[in-house]
């Protein structure tokens, strides 16, 4: 049985990978750490994006992490409008 993380995930990076935005990294936590495609977005593409939105993620300013976001999971509901927002972000993009 997957956890309420790896449904989630899923979901968020079954779309993202359709448009070649992002790697997830493997996580037994209740976060996910995304490294992004530096020749289609940059995680500050990203965070600007979803700035003023309800969506509590971080950013990181170590070279190790460069263009990486970490999310947080959170309630299952909470985090299908996170897939919502990021899916709108990835069709936005993948049409310029």
């Known amino acids: 049985m997957k956890t309420v993380t790896e449904r989630i995930c899923g979901a968020v990076w079954s779309e993202a990978f359709k448009f070649g935005f992002l790697s997830p990294m493997?996580?037994?936590t209740n976060a996910v750490l995304?490294?992004?495609?530096?020749?289609?977005?940059?995680?500050?593409?990203?965070?600007?994006?979803l700035h003023g939105k309800p969506v509590l993620v971080r950013r990181f300013q170590?070279?190790?992490f460069g263009n990486c976001m970490r999310f947080t999971i959170g309630r299952e509901y909470e985090m299908s409008q996170v897939i919502e927002y990021l899916r709108?972000?990835?069709?936005?993009?993948?049409s310029r």
């Open 34 to 49: 995304a490294k992004f495609n530096a020749d289609v977005c940059t995680e500050a593409d990203v965070h600007d994006y």
């Open 26 to 28: 493997p996580s037994q």
């Open 88 to 94: 709108a972000f990835f069709v936005h993009n993948a």
């Open 62 to 64: 170590s070279p190790e």
